[in-house]
């Protein structure tokens, strides 16, 4: 398949800095290297390759837009762009890269003492030290705050009880961010491998996500030393804070697997040849072809806007659920239509779009489901939540 | 301390789509990058620096958007870049252009300099001999690896071998691809390349000897010949061995 050179349809490309270029050329140029020739066997393993750890570490891509404690203090924009060239290779890496950054280090970073900012950020945003979050549990999903992890002071430590469940990294963290109720009230405790009680097995078995680490965390009378508690939050603030960065950052990073796909079903019916002629020219075609690049053009021009107010500071929530359920669902729409045009080829692992299409799947589940964006958005509108049936 | 030069040229881009405006190559909507072996001469100045000390500037001739790839060597970790530029110099042929070179390396002091075989565009491969024509200075063209311990050892291809050659310096190596893979830049070198100064300086070179009358594009590739099914295979392998001689 032909080198992708980018998808910029409306010049975005001009409203970047030079920096923001060099760094998604860097990350652009590593994918095409490192990933894209390695994914295949690596989903086939199922296995998150240690090198590209070691890479995105050597690289400075994690924990992105942090400054300071090693961390790069890039713009949201070159975040954004960074997440979107990771999945254009493949979701798994780009969740990688979101729960190291966003979900692990951005809240030592914010609600951390400058004791464990010191002692994890550097190690963690040189790759050295991976990170993951553990929010959810099996009977608590979309419903976090009704969660029954649960942290007990013990005077010299805290004691740790209960499981979480579709933790990204888990197996592999040596840091894990976890949220319990302390009396009853949500506060972040950082867990680190090897702690006594604490165990983390891989969950086996997806169909998504496949070169992807995906854990159940479990705690039996876990001990928690009390300087590893976050200082700085209580309460669902603590996590939905996190959230928004890593949703922000696969507003942008749905955009990658897009164009990935997009960029395939091009190229592809350009050469296939049906009726003497290659199947690009006929109308059909065409049609999906236009509504690709229509919903990614769109898409792109959202993520922007919306990286622009992140490096300003005058988002607010509902413009990240609107941003990364749109780019979630059309690039998902996306991969299903490129899939379909590539025929039977299209469930080859020759081509890229069946991987993104069932990876899709997960990001239109995971970091708020699309119907929960749906919610957000519905009481942003009404003034009426309608997540539960109280009033 | 050794200074240590690199030659580093903006090229098209050699995945990009050449198009022809009339009589020359229009060249207004590529993309432009570092010449590719100049990557190679790249990786080997930074691994002679960190083998035997010293500074890499990275050198280029060209307009204001010949920065772009000054500050692709500055993230990968060269030390200093340099852009030249004068008068006439959009029209300036292989001599002129040496000379420009050679009087800018004799102000920047250089000891060793390193260049690619030959530029993505042009592939003359005169530069790196030709500056050291008009420098006095040791040259070894195409090499393929260097070792910096005692003293400068490069190996080159020679008469379907190679030739190991200790180097005196002051000297101008190109580098041909070989072994090496150029380092790739980090978001710590870009951050400093977005904040490193490109060091302009004009300079003034004698008249072209040569004009350029016109450049044409290569003739179109014939249409492919298709064959289908088991019956096809001996008349393929036939022509496989007898016309494409790959058999």
Known sequence: MEKFEGLDFYDIESLLTEEEIMIRDMVRDYVDEEVIPHIEKACEDGVFLDKWRQDL?????LGAPLKGYGCPGLSYVAYGLICQELERGDSGLRSFASVQGSLAMYPIWDFGSEEQKNH????MASGEWVGCFGLTEPDYGSNPGGMVTKAEDMGDHYLLNGAKMWITNGTIADVAVVWAKLDGVIKGFIVEKGDEGFTAPEMKGKHSLKASVTSELVFQDCKIPKDRILPGVKGLRGPFSCLNNARYGISWGALGAAMACFHSAKTYTLSRIQFDHPIASYQLIQNKLAWMLREITKGQLLAYHLGKKKDDGTWFNEQISLAKMNNVDIALEIARMSRDMHGANGVLDEYPVMRHMANLESVKTY??????HNLILGRYITGIQAFTREA | MT?????????????A???FNGESVDLSAVKMVTSPYDEFAIETALQHKESSGGTVTALTVGGSGAD??????????VDNIVRVWGDGFETLDSNSFQ?????????????VVYCGKSSADLGSGSTGPGVAEKLGWASVSNIVSASFGDGLTVTAPADGGNAVVNVSLPAIISCDKGDLKPRKPNVRGIMMAKKAQVD????????STVTLVSQTPPPAKPAGKTYEGGQSAAEVAKLLRDEANVL
């Open chain 2, 3 to 15: 200074n240590i030069v690199v030659l580093v040229k903006q090229v098209p881009d050699t995945n």
């Open chain 1, 57 to 61: 570490g050597e690289m400075g891509v």
């Open chain 2, 17 to 19: 789509k050449i198009v």
């Open chain 1, 367 to 372: 970091e708020g489901t699309h119907d929960i």
């Open chain 2, 99 to 111: 000379s420009v070179l050679s009087g800018v390396l004799s102000e920047l002091g250089a000891d």
């Open chain 1, 120 to 123: 994890y950020l550097p190690k």
């Open chain 2, 68 to 77: 772009k790839i000054l500050k692709d060597a500055k993230a990968m970790g």
């Open chain 2, 200 to 207: 302009v300086r004009e300079a003034s070179a004698p008249a």
